[in-house]
C-alpha cells in the first residue's frame, strides 16, 4: 500500500509546503512556530489502513474553493454544499486556486492523482481543514488491498 502511496505522499507533502504552510513572517504573526509542521501518520484501525497527513499551516479557504469550483462550473452559484463537498472540490481533475504556476503548484493535476490512487486500492479519502489552523487528509484503504500488495 505504502509503494502505491508514495506519488500521491509527494504530491500531499508538496501541497502543504506550497499551499499549507506560511512563511516564517506570517507564522510569527499568527503566533505560531516560525517553523511549520507537516505529521505523516500512518495506522491499522479495524480492517482498513489509515493513512494521514497534517500541517499545521493555514488551511484551506472553503470559501475561495467554492469561488473556483463556481468559475470552473464544477458547481452552480446557488448550490448550498457542505464543507466537505465543498473540500471535496479540490480533488476534482485541473483544479487548482493558484493564481500561477509554480515548480510546486498551479498546475491543477495532482489531488486528483491522489483520490485515484488511494479509489484504486478501494479506499476514500477525507479532508479536514480549519483556516489559521491547518489541514488532515486522511486515507482509509482496506487491508485487503495492504495483503494483496504484498502478494
Same mark, same amino acid.
Given at each position: 500500500?505504502?509503494?502505491?502511496?508514495?506519488?500521491?505522499?509527494?504530491?500531499?507533502? #508538496?501541497?502543504?509546503? +506550497?499551499?499549507?504552510? !506560511?512563511?516564517?513572517?506570517?507564522?510569527?504573526? $499568527?503566533?505560531?512556530?516560525? %517553523? &511549520?509542521?507537516?505529521?505523516?501518520?500512518?495506522?491499522?484501525?479495524?480492517?482498513?489502513?489509515?493513512?494521514?497527513?497534517?500541517?499545521?499551516?493555514?488551511?484551506?479557504?472553503?470559501?475561495?474553493?467554492?469561488?473556483?469550483?463556481?468559475? #470552473?462550473?464544477?458547481? +452552480?452559484?446557488?448550490? !448550498?454544499?457542505?464543507?466537505?463537498?465543498?473540500? $471535496?472540490?479540490?480533488?476534482? %481533475? &485541473?483544479?487548482?486556486?493558484?493564481?500561477?504556476?509554480?515548480?510546486?503548484?498551479?498546475?491543477?493535476?495532482?489531488?486528483?492523482?491522489?483520490?485515484?490512487?488511494?479509489?484504486?486500492?478501494?479506499?476514500?479519502?477525507?479532508?479536514?481543514?480549519?483556516?489559521?489552523?491547518?489541514?488532515?487528509?486522511?486515507?482509509?484503504?482496506?487491508?485487503?488491498? $495492504?495483503?494483496?500488495?504484498?502478494?
Amino acid at each position: 500500500v505504502l509503494d502505491r502511496m508514495i506519488a500521491p505522499l509527494e504530491h500531499l507533502l #508538496r501541497n502543504a509546503v +506550497a499551499h499549507g504552510i !506560511e512563511t516564517g513572517k506570517e507564522r510569527k504573526k $499568527a503566533n505560531k512556530a516560525e %517553523t &511549520g509542521t507537516v505529521v505523516i501518520n500512518v495506522s491499522h484501525e479495524g480492517t482498513e489502513v489509515v493513512l494521514s497527513v497534517r500541517d499545521d499551516g493555514r488551511g484551506i479557504d472553503s470559501e475561495q474553493i467554492k469561488k473556483k469550483g463556481i468559475e #470552473r462550473g464544477l458547481i +452552480a452559484a446557488d448550490v !448550498e454544499l457542505t464543507e466537505q463537498q465543498v473540500l $471535496a472540490l479540490i480533488t476534482q %481533475t &485541473g483544479f487548482t486556486t493558484a493564481d500561477t504556476v509554480t515548480r510546486l503548484s498551479g498546475r491543477g493535476v495532482g489531488m486528483d492523482v491522489v483520490r485515484t490512487n488511494v479509489m484504486r486500492l478501494g479506499g476514500n479519502i477525507h479532508l479536514d481543514s480549519e483556516l489559521g489552523r491547518g489541514t488532515i487528509f486522511t486515507m482509509q484503504m482496506p487491508l485487503s488491498a $495492504a495483503v494483496q500488495a504484498t502478494a
